[in-house]
């Protein structure tokens, strides 16, 4: 088997603030699709009570806030993002699928939220931590809005946990471009596995992570599509432009990786990822964040 070209030296040309993914229609389709497809792997143990309050954070068009208020039409959410458009889409999707559900919309940093200490019951993180340069010190800060006893759930990837078939190391190096673009703009696209580690050291306690895999072969079209193709491997296709500017793949390695992907999609192919969803508790004599 040959393997892919390396190209030395990378420059990369993303800045330190960017989010990696971007905010286009593409990428509202995608986080939609990941959202819809993974709905009962990912939310069916998740039910808040009625009348507690809720602080989605990073809410994005608001893909998995659809989910949540289905799930627990009597709690009160709270839905922040720092994108205006974002959260333009979330309300309008909420308002389409969910009019009587209980949200209000924020934009704001998750640094800098203007909310008193112990505002909320519980506090949701769905693929945010993975675009943080500071994953712990968010934590801690949302820790401060929770009250004693509350709980955070987390949600996140961790595109290391890729295993596919027919496996090919054009298609890992195109994996690999978009972990190492994501690592350049600061966030961490391995962030998954560090989860237990992550949420102890910011101070919670009873921390809890479950793994939680998609498996997808030809007897699952559902998420052949859903997943394999319309949430994987269109995240990757869309780093394309900025991996081959930043020099770390040749166009025609970029092109045999992206169409081995696609191969594994295929009736004879199978794909393999794995989610971690944490879930962890503000000690009840917590009174600040440290
Ligand atoms: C991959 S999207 C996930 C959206 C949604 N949670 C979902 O699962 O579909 C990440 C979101 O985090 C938001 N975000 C990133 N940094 C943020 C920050 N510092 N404060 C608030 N939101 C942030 C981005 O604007 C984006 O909408």
Redesign the pocket.
Known sequence: MTTPARVPAPTLALSAND?V?GYSSHETRR?TDQ?DTLAALLHSDSAYPVGSKVLE?????G??TIHLVTTSPEAHFTA????SS?LAEARARVVAHAPGAHVTFLQ????ELPFPEAEFDHVFV???LE??AAPRQALTALRRLLRPGGTLTVIEGDHGSTLFHPDSAYAHAVIDCQIQLQSTAGGNALIGRELHPLLTSAGYQDVTVRPRTVYADRSRPALVNGFTRNTFIAMIESVREDALAAGLITPPDWDRGTADLHRTATDDGTFHYTFFKAVAVNPPSATSAA
Do not use: K, R, T
């Open positions: 989010y993914h986080l959202a954070v990073g809410c994005g068009v893909a998995q922040v993002d720092i994108s974002s704001a940093n998750l640094f769905c693929f945010v675009h943080l």
